[in-house]
Nanobody
């Protein structure tokens, strides 16, 4: 089993920055994908950014150039640096880890990010 915990959410004004962190513990494979998702009220959960074990990243178009995902394989952590925040970035942000061996798809409890205009 893998335990995933997010931290770093909060309230920030538009144009500001926040850094989200996610720590995973347990039966973590060295080969996995770590993602950040978000879900705004009344909307579906959407993928924000992803990074694999080799450090290859992908971003949703809405956050490209503003958000940066990074990971520390030795510590099993993944971070999301969010700059130039907009009110539409307001959502609960979730960390997700997917791995094949052993198979698993693990979610954290989420952390609230609120951007005021």
């Amino acid at each position: 089993q893998v335990h995933v915990v997010e931290s770093g959410g909060g309230l920030v004004q538009a144009g500001g920055s926040l850094r989200l962190s996610c720590a995973a513990s347990g039966s973590i494979s060295s080969i996995n994908v770590m993602d950040w998702y978000r879900q705004a009220p009344g909307k579906q959960r959407e993928l924000v950014a992803t990074i694999n074990s080799r450090g290859v990243t992908n971003y949703a178009d809405s956050v490209k150039g503003r958000f940066t995902i990074s990971r520390d394989n030795a510590k099993n952590t993944v971070n999301l640096q969010m700059n130039s925040l907009k009110p539409e970035d307001t959502a609960v942000y979730y960390c997700n880890i997917k791995q094949v061996a052993p198979y698993g798809d693990y979610w954290g409890q989420g952390t609230q990010v609120t951007v005021s205009s």
